[in-house]
């Protein structure tokens, strides 16, 4: 294919290649390449057993849906400026594509030709990137380098040949773009089944982003990320990913942000069998129960989904396991924004004690940013209460269980997750959904950040779930294609 191409490179010039390479690459793919599975070549040969390909669920985002132009697969994506619920207490103006950050995802087979119609609806200029495609440079999606840049309100057109499988993506080239949400799946089902067969295939993607206080918009220079991200939601308000007792379950994590994450699944050891290249022959796959997702990787895990339970799935970096957790971003959680009439610092909650050091004597753990201890100064302009009455008025709901300690306030170190992680932080009805039907009372205190639930559902409380998945009837379910292979 190669040699075809550089062979009309060199005889037309590049443009002409570009578009003569393009038609004739796409007859040579029809001949060279296995034929489809569903294709009746395909079916003469060898009849798969079981639906394939499994389609990929992507929660909250979905698929990017796709019109036929001939044989070529025809994608219509869009950027645009978003507003995103992340959290049941945080909106944020994101940047994606067609209404999600990350982008849906695109589903295509090996063999397919593939168009995308890029509209740039961005007050700046901006360009694709298809990261990990053996493809033309014409359609790489550098900015002023292979490609012009694509002008707000402008358009550019790509077209693959997909001769690879597995686990890819799209994105912004340009970096503080990536960072807005400028990103997206791009997966490319083999055109011969791997071996086992799953039944079911998760996407994930893991971001963070930094929004400072009162702010709505990501700050993309920031380091200090304070919410963390699966597929756009912040824990609770990930979406659990639902497989049957029995079923060999894939999950295809991909990191497009700025921090590596280590994933980690509860109670199974599974296989890593596919990097951002692709395929892992199975002589090489590596067992675990953690796989490191560095920046700009995939990492494809199998099991076999054969404990029952509501296994977490999450980044285990503690940071990451938090909302609204970092120590420069102000108030946490217990008030919503800056009290009025102080100083921005003060409202920041910044220290103010003696020494001026936020690391100083007076501050103890707080690093920077009050935490309602400390100093007598931060202690006035806490974050949070300190006794259990004044958390009891501050936290309407929060359960006076006990929970603290009498001489907690005496005890170095305190608090570190009291006013954390616990029932009082619980928010069931407000990340309500079916696929969280059945979790035990007061599960979403102790859900935040980067995490989720893998539900290893028996038969009886797995068709009950997928009947109220049904029954929801959503539009663009990101579980529709799941939903209408289960009976
Ligand atoms: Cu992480």
Redesign the pocket.
Known sequence: MSNRRTFLQRAFGAGAALCAGRRLSAQAMQMQMPARPGSPAAQSKQPPTFPFPTPVVTTEVGDLSYTMDGATKVFHLVSEVLRQKIHPGKTIDAWGFNGSAPGPTIQVNQGDHVRVIFDNHLPEPSSIHWHGFEDLVGYDGMPGISQEPVKPGGRFVYEFDIHQAGTYFYHSHMAMQEMAGMLGGFIMHPSTPYHPHCDKDFLLH?Q?YAVLPNNTVPNTMNMEYNW?LLNGKAGPASTPLIVRLGDRVRLRFVNLGM?????HLHGYTFHVTGTEGGRIQESAWWPGNTVLVGVAQARDVELTANRPGDWML????P???MNQMSSNVGSMTRRPGQPAGVDMNTGMGMLQGTPGAPSGDDYGTSLGRGMGFGSTSDMLTTNGPLSREKAMQAMPGMPDAGDIAKNANAVPGFPQDAYMEGPGMAMDQMVDKPENYGLRSGWSGFMM??MTFLRVLPPDKYDEVIARMKQAKRPNDPYGALLQRVS
């Open positions: 893991l963070e963390l921090d590596h994450h280590p994933m999450h980044c285990h970096l940071h990451h396991m950040g980067m």
